[in-house]
């Protein structure tokens, strides 16, 4: 076996179980935040985050949380620690409503992910139903998917972050919201999510898995969670459902 050989073989192992992945897929669930845009490119989650704390500061609610909780860097943290302690509250729901601003704020400075707005229309022109699952608020996606022409690709399965928290992701809630309502098996389906907790919820949903890892760092994280299959790209997943691999 040559040197040359010893390489390609691995990359066309990949390329085949990306290729099975994809035609079995009669379904695509996104995750937003990650495999759509990167939400925050722009506007910072750990500033966001700080704003959370100082709000519940003005409160009178900084004994709320621990000090490794309040220079933690994900507003979806904070969110959650204020429901385990307040759950169901008024608190809780002024709070994600507070989140829900500054998302609506991150969008026009999101960045679009590489090839996924090619990738999500030609999965759609193809005949495949389409929809998100996301932990972010559905408002935020909306706006975003119709800043970028895509509404009508998911339209009106957009399934987000609600009042109740506990339904967060890893929880399964909106992907099995979105399966109901596109009357789909879970096996005709695929997630494609950038996160440990996108891969947990679609296991519980009994759902294929796609791994969307922008960098080393989030690889290793899904693989270690458990995930098989993961591209550090979304355009070998473009390529290979127009026939190019």
Not at 91 to 114: C, G, I, N, Y
Request: proline share 7%.
């Amino acid at each position: 076996m040559t040197p040359h050989t010893a390489q390609t073989e691995p990359v066309a192992t990949e390329t085949e179980n990306l290729r099975q992945v994809i035609d079995r897929a009669r379904f695509v669930l996104f995750d937003f935040d990650g495999p759509i845009c990167r939400l925050f490119a722009g506007h910072s989650a750990e500033d966001v985050a700080r704003n959370l704390v100082e709000w519940l500061e003005e409160q009178g609610l900084r004994g709320l949380l621990s000090e490794e909780e309040r220079v933690h860097p994900d507003p979806h943290v904070v969110l959650r620690v204020v429901n385990k302690r307040h759950p169901h509250s008024d608190l809780v729901a002024e709070l994600e409503e507070l989140l829900t601003q500054h998302e609506l704020k991150a969008v026009p400075s999101a960045w679009p992910t590489a090839f996924a707005d090619p990738l999500i229309r030609t999965w759609t022109a193809v005949g495949v139903r389409l929809a998100v699952a996301t932990n972010n608020s559905p408002r935020v996606v909306a706006r975003y998917l119709e800043s970028r022409g895509l509404t009508e690709c998911f339209t009106p399965n957009v399934y987000g972050r609600t009042r109740n928290l506990d339904h967060l992701k890893p929880h399964p809630h909106c992907l099995n919201r979105a399966l109901s309502t596109l009357g789909a098996a879970p096996s005709a389906a695929l997630m494609i999510g950038d996160t440990p907790s996108d891969f947990f919820a679609a296991q519980r949903a009994g759902i294929p898995f796609l791994g969307y890892a922008r960098n080393g760092h989030k690889g290793k994280l899904l693989r270690d969670a458990g995930a098989e299959d993961v591209v550090g790209s979304l355009e070998p997943v473009l390529r290979v459902l127009r026939g190019e691999l």
